[in-house]
């Protein structure tokens, strides 16, 4: 099904310049971040009127992107936990996970990190607001910027395991 709507969207919106759809194997997404604003309107009726035949499937809106997804109960807090479930490292004490995202949709993500106090969330806004998450950087380039320090730390702690022995 969610081939399907992938590819009737991918034809529909061929018409509005910008638009990309993508096709993330359990969900849809449509970009509008480089669609000319006076076109969001038009773009989104007509995902909701490809929607309209497929009954079990739901809209809902992140920052500049249509989400498409089944209407079971799932979103990026529950996949998250499904990954360090299936993974094995839900009751790991020695994986830290990081989740780091600049969407209201992955305030769910942030959520279970927290309850969970297993890792933590990192949000990416300019704007400061409420969230769930841990930490926040104010853009992309900052979190490039933490990841190799990231990198680097644990780079030279286990160099620094290695001298010991």
Sequence with gaps: MIDEV???LVEKTKTTPG??????????SVHYR???????SGLAQVVKSVLKEYPKLRLTQGRKVLEIRPTIKWDKGKALEFLLESLGFANCTDVFPVYIGDDRTDEDAFKVLRERGQGFGILVSKIPKDTSASYSLQEPTQVMDFLRRLVEWKRLAFQGRSRVV
């Design 6 to 8: 992938y590819e009737e």
């Design 19 to 28: 638009a990309k759809v993508e096709n993330n194997k359990f969900c849809l």
């Design 34 to 40: 480089c669609v000319d604003e006076k076109k969001w």
